[in-house]
């Protein structure tokens, strides 16, 4: 048996977005967590570059300012600077992903600083993946 062509690449932000587009919230959440998850094992070194294309709009601007405040934070935590296509993405209204008391009340006191200057809070516990 032939072995496969090309090596599995890690998730990219940019393709992130392209499976956002047209799917349910469900499955975002699971695309996202999978994201973080084969973030997480990159190697620090090569982690900018899974961030550095600016994804094409996923049809719902929530989410496509959720991927930015996401490639930022996640630049931050690794001791750099965002990618330049995620500055000029921001909500004119809060988005609370988590749309229930506990988690609104959970998202204002934790959502990480790349998501609370762009107006969209979910708490950062929900965005770890064990």
């Known amino acids: 048996m032939k072995g496969r062509l090309l090596p599995d690449e890690p998730l990219t932000v940019e393709r992130l977005g392209a499976l956002l587009l047209g799917a349910d919230q469900v499955r975002r959440w699971r695309l996202v967590a999978e994201?973080?998850?084969?973030?997480?094992?990159?190697?620090?070194?090569?982690r900018a570059t899974l961030l550095a294309a600016d994804p094409a709009p996923t049809g719902d601007e929530h989410w496509d300012v959720f991927l930015a405040a996401l490639a930022e934070h996640l630049s931050a935590r690794d001791g750099r600077g965002a990618p330049q296509?995620?500055?000029?993405?921001?909500?004119?209204?809060?988005?609370?992903?988590?749309n229930t008391r506990a988690a609104r009340g959970k998202a204002?006191?934790?959502?990480?600083?790349?998501?609370?200057?762009?107006g969209v809070?979910?708490?950062?516990?929900?965005l770890s993946v064990r």
């Open 85 to 98: 296509w995620t500055e000029t993405r921001s909500l004119r209204r809060f988005w609370f992903p988590f």
């Open 121 to 126: 809070y979910v708490a950062a516990q929900e």
């Open 108 to 118: 204002v006191v934790h959502a990480p600083a790349a998501f609370r200057r762009r």
């Open 35 to 46: 994201f973080l998850e084969e973030y997480r094992w990159e190697p620090v070194e090569s």
